[in-house]
């Protein structure tokens, strides 16, 4: 199974951007599609955005439609978050998954690996 481990979070302002990456170990990284999610506090995970295997397919969510880029290296076993235009409702906790579904509004119970994920804060 693929291990994931997130990076790039951190303290930014409204209106400003973050990338966050996502390293894959293991040989399979090209087999899953990748995708983020976030927890805010109190709040249940949310699916932000997916990315098929191939690198062609994307979904997000509606609300970070325009503003974040799902991108990914088979070659380097990564995969990255493009955040712009940021806004405090962004605040969470980001994580990377990696499963073989793929679709809008991806449940947090249908992928099979996961990072520790990385806080990003976004102040007013």
């Known amino acids: 199974q693929v291990q994931l481990a997130e990076s790039g979070g951190g303290l930014v302002q409204s209106g400003g951007s973050l990338r966050l990456s996502c390293a894959a170990s293991g040989r399979t990284f090209s087999m899953y599609n990748m995708a983020w999610f976030r927890q805010a506090p109190g709040r249940e995970r949310e699916f932000v955005a997916v990315l098929s295997q191939n690198g062609v397919s994307t979904f997000y969510a509606d609300s970070v439609k325009g503003r974040f880029t799902i991108s990914r290296n088979n070659a380097k076993n990564t995969v990255n978050l493009q955040m712009n235009s940021l806004k405090p409702e962004d605040t969470a906790v980001y994580y990377c998954?990696?499963?073989?579904?793929?679709?809008?509004?991806?449940?947090?119970?249908?992928?099979?690996?996961w990072g520790k994920g990385t806080l990003v804060t976004v102040s007013s």
């Open positions: 998954a990696a499963g073989v579904v793929i679709g809008p509004g991806l449940r947090p119970d249908v992928m099979d690996a």
